[in-house]
């Protein structure tokens, strides 16, 4: 019987960043590992340990790790200037390994996309969006970050940190977990708002109300279109809920995720189909004098 195929879909800086932070944790650089040609190698051996067991634990027959642009570079940020604004710099040890990695994942023939003015998550959301519609198999994103959690479906995965453990969480996790649709998830995001991305949400609307409000109303638009009638245990929310009118409006706009990225959405998907080359690997991290079972 022939095998199905699998879509992973790696959020490139999402391994890479928590594996570099999970090995720098309370070193200085100076104290990082490196290579005779001082390159750092810390999150590069822990990000191609992730990558072989993905590889190993899953069976994909095609991968693609996507890669951000610039913060200062997307069309989040055209249209809302602090979008991403309160994130720190990256230590310069994580921005040369992304510079090795990338090569590295040259020299071992995975496709890799980074597309101007789009994000990781919009790559993602049109390679899922495309197998869901293309292809029979599994797609399995990893990526810790939850706004992908729009893009579940049944055949949509996405593989989640929970404490020291990963968890496969499904289409079915998600509906039980919150009893709305994963479209419906980026109306919760809009009313919450996003810390990590800076996008603002309505101010003072929490947990307690923005997922009952969704489950409900079923959207923000409703939320509005309902404002003189909504529910009597909404009362203590409906002063913040005008106010925040235009940012619940503005922050739904960017929490949603593209599924029709340029140069992605007409892209041949056997282009990213993926056979292992245990040799080549080994090859590739001989010449970064990393030294891990390859298998």
Partial sequence: ME?????????????LSRCYFATAYGKEMHDLPRNSKGQFTNAIRVTIQKLLMLVRDHEPSHIVVAWDVKRDETLRREKFAEYKGTRNELPEPLIQQFETLVQLFDNIGITQLTIPRYEADDIIGTLAHRWRNERDGECIIYSNDRDLLQLLCEKTSQLISVKRDELKYTLNHFQ????????????????????????PGVAGVGDKAALPLIQQYG????????????????????????????????????????????DVVDRDLEECRYILDKQMVRNALEELEIQIRVG
Avoid: H
């Fill in 3 to 15: 095998k199905k195929e699998v879509l992973l879909l790696i959020d490139g800086f999402n391994l």
């Fill in 176 to 199: 039980e977990e919150y009893g709305i649709t994963p479209a419906q998830w980026i109306d919760v995001k809009a009313l919450l708002g996003d810390k990590s991305d800076n996008i």
């Fill in 219 to 262: 959207a923000v638009e409703s939320i509005y279109e309902n404002f003189e009638n909504l529910d009597p245990r909404y009362k203590r929310y409906l002063k913040k809920l005008e106010a925040g009118r235009e940012m619940a409006v503005l922050s739904k706009d960017l929490c949603t995720i593209f599924t029709d990225v340029p």
